[in-house]
């Protein structure tokens, strides 16, 4: 399975110590050369677990200027519009990403996006995780904004 992920993931996981949940959920992930300098500048919990973290890889944009034209066009960040075109490029099973925006892009781009909050779902399908709930609110507490609505969307599909 081929995962890409945004920086956003990683960085809100790792302030709640679950960022190996990305690993335990979907394997090796792989960030674009652009997410890695992001994720790992500052000293975040992110900017310490990530060079670590043996099951991330970390790869190049073979077309930069597909990246400048994303940019150009989309006015998305950076390391969102890298981890869109990594995906394409790799033709990735998944890519992890939370900015509305963003996914809306990687959407339109016929590309399969899972966010922070659909990686909780599946880690608690697969029984990495007891409930759903307590990690959302560790999150909220770290500053993650997650609407109420989407907070009891989350809570009924994970049963809880």
């Known amino acids: 399975m081929i995962v890409i992920a945004d920086t956003t993931p990683l960085s809100e996981l790792a302030k709640v110590g679950q960022m190996n949940l990305l690993r ?3 394997g090796q992930v792989i960030l674009p050369e652009e997410v890695y300098q992001e994720v790992t500048t500052g000293t975040h919990p ?3 677990e ?11 944009i073979s077309d ?8 150009i066009t989309t006015k ?3 390391g ?5 075109i990594l995906a394409q490029e790799l033709n990735a099973d998944r890519l ?3 900015d509305f925006p963003a996914r809306r892009v990687a959407e339109s781009r016929n590309l399969p996006v899972t ?5 909780l779902i599946l880690a608690k399908q697969q029984g990495l995780i007891p409930n759903v709930k307590d990690v959302l609110d560790a999150l909220i507490m770290q500053g993650k904004r997650i609407s109420q609505a989407l907070y009891k969307e989350v809570l009924a599909i994970a049963n809880e």
């Open 115 to 119: 966010g922070t909050v659909g990686t």
């Open 80 to 84: 969102e519009c890298a981890a869109i």
């Open 24 to 26: 335990d959920v979907f």
């Open 46 to 48: 992110a900017a310490i």
């Open 76 to 78: 998305l960040g950076l």
């Open 50 to 60: 990530v060079p670590l973290a043996k099951w991330i890889q970390v790869r190049s």
């Open 64 to 71: 930069s200027q597909k990246l400048l034209e994303l940019r």
């Open 96 to 98: 992890l990403l939370d």
